[in-house]
Structures are given as structure tokens and as C-alpha cells.
């Protein structure tokens, strides 16, 4: 199946510091999101990109599908930045929502 | 528009045991989707229902089944409960207009199992 990787996997911040996330992934795609998991558990939609560039606030993303890659930026870090941040991508191969998710990249804002 | 709402949030059984989850999801979406959580494996997908059939299955053994019903709520069930069934357990639902979309995942239900 699909593999999705995810660099790097621990990203330590001062407020205000600006940074970014990569997600890889093996295959085409045809669904692509970007999500935080707040310290509940909930996984809290930031964008659903699966080629292009979306900007909302501080957070930006770009993927470029024709080589299988994205980014996640995040500008002006704050401290409710902190985090796990995953990619999911649905391959083009299979029919439906059925997404994979990488390993995660955990995000500690310091003030 | 209310969000995709589990019950329940948390839950301790026994091993050999067998429990019920379930899931609402955002009013109008179609697609329900279920995915295990945990520290050693990652997020890892069961299975999706879209318009009360199963679309979709993960690697998961046959004790993990689902269903979904006509207004589109969805359970999941796990029999014969083992310790390494201990995870976070998440829905998520989509309006699913063309194959994919955007998936919004409920809060979860947290099952310890002992």
C-alpha cells in the first residue's frame, strides 16, 4: 500500500520562530489533509490539499503531487501551535475516504 | 452545524469481553470511517461505510466488524477484547459528493482494556 513519511518527527520552537513540516508519500494521490491533534486526541482539520497551495492565517500548505510531497508551514509560532501534526493521503488506486497517516510530527512551542 | 460526536469518550473492559462504539456523524455526510489509534502502530484505518455499505476494509482481523445505518449513524463492534485492543478509537465522516473529501474526525472513544 501506500506510504506516507513524515519529517521530522520532533520540531522543538521559540514563540514567534517560523517553520515547516514535509510529508512524502509513495503514490499518487488523490486526497490529502493536514491535521492537528490537540492534546484530547482530536484530530482537528487544517487543510484538505491534494495538489496547490491554501493558506489559512499563520498556517500555509503546498502539495506537489507530481512529486509526491507536501508542506506545512506555520508562521509565528505559537504556543497553541503545540502538537502532533499528521499527513493523510487517500492512494488514486483505492475507491473511498480510506486514508493513511504518517508518523506524525510533534510540535513544542516554548514561550 | 454540529461536529461528529462519539460515545462514549471513554470505556474499561475486560479481556474476552466485547464492546459497542458509536458514531454520529455532521448532519448530510454519507461516508463514516473508523480508525485505531495507538503509541506502538500509529493511526491506522478499519473500515468505511458509505451509504450503509462497507466501501472500504483495513488489516484488521475479523473480530473488528461495522455497520451503518440509514440516517447514516455507525457502530463499530470488537469482540473477544485483547490487551493489545487498548487504543483511541475515531470516526470520521465526509459528504463523500465525489470519491473523496474533506474527513472531519469526532473526539473519540479512549478503551482501556485490562
Known amino acids: 500500500g501506500i506510504q506516507v513519511e513524515q519529517s521530522p518527527p520532533d520540531l522543538i520552537l521559540q514563540e514567534g520562530a517560523n517553520s515547516t513540516l514535509r510529508c512524502n508519500f509513495s503514490d499518487s494521490v488523490n486526497n490529502l489533509q493536514w491535521f492537528h491533534q490537540n492534546p484530547w486526541g482530536q484530530l482537528i482539520n487544517l487543510f484538505y490539499?491534494?495538489?496547490g497551495t491554501k493558506q489559512n492565517g499563520r498556517l500555509s500548505a503546498t502539495t506537489v503531487a507530481t512529486e509526491r510531497y507536501s508542506l506545512l508551514y506555520i508562521s509565528s509560532s505559537q504556543t497553541t501551535d503545540s502538537g502532533v501534526y499528521f499527513c493523510a493521503v487517500a492512494s488514486i488506486k483505492a475507491a473511498g475516504n480510506k486514508l493513511t497517516f504518517g508518523g506524525g510530527t510533534r510540535v513544542l512551542v516554548k514561550p | 452545524k454540529a461536529g461528529v460526536t462519539q460515545t462514549p469518550r471513554y470505556l474499561i473492559k475486560t479481556r474476552g469481553q466485547q464492546v459497542t462504539l458509536s458514531c454520529s456523524p455532521i448532519s448530510g455526510h454519507r461516508s463514516v470511517s473508523w480508525y485505531q489509534q495507538t503509541p506502538g502502530q500509529g493511526l491506522q484505518f478499519l473500515f468505511e461505510?458509505?451509504?450503509?455499505?462497507?466501501?472500504n476494509k483495513g488489516n484488521f482481523p475479523g473480530r473488528f466488524s461495522g455497520r451503518q445505518f440509514s440516517n447514516s449513524r455507525s457502530e463499530m463492534n470488537v469482540s473477544t477484547l485483547e490487551l493489545g485492543d487498548s487504543a483511541l478509537y475515531l470516526c470520521?465522516?465526509?459528504?463523500?459528493?465525489?470519491?473523496?473529501?474533506?474527513?472531519?474526525f469526532g473526539p473519540g472513544t479512549r478503551l482501556t482494556v485490562l
Open positions: 490539499i491534494p495538489s
Open positions: 461505510y458509505f451509504s450503509e455499505t462497507q466501501r
Open positions: 470520521a465522516s465526509g459528504l463523500s459528493r465525489e470519491d473523496t473529501d474533506t474527513q472531519y
